[in-house]
């Protein structure tokens, strides 16, 4: 089957969403669970953050990755 080169864009754009949400979402994430250190690119982005801001970044990170991820997918299903 082949894929149109809209979706094939789509796909990249998503890709590209994932590649950013990891290391600005789920690393840091993990990393102020176990140690309260986001890590560098996370402070070079964010600043030093603490307490309830040290878990809420990194989730909203993540959500708004998956909510672009999401409206990618609409818009790709739409176009097909």
Request: charged letters at 15%.
């Amino acid at each position: 089957m082949t894929t149109s080169r809209r979706a094939r864009t789509i796909e990249g754009a998503q890709g590209l969403v994932i590649i950013v949400a990891i290391p600005l979402g789920i690393i840091p994430l993990v990393r102020w669970i176990f140690s309260e250190d986001h890590g560098g690119l996370f402070r070079w982005f964010f600043g030093d953050l603490s307490g309830a801001m040290g878990y809420a970044a990194p989730i909203i990170v993540l959500a708004v990755a998956f909510l672009i991820i999401a409206i990618l997918e609409a818009v790709k299903k739409r176009g097909a």
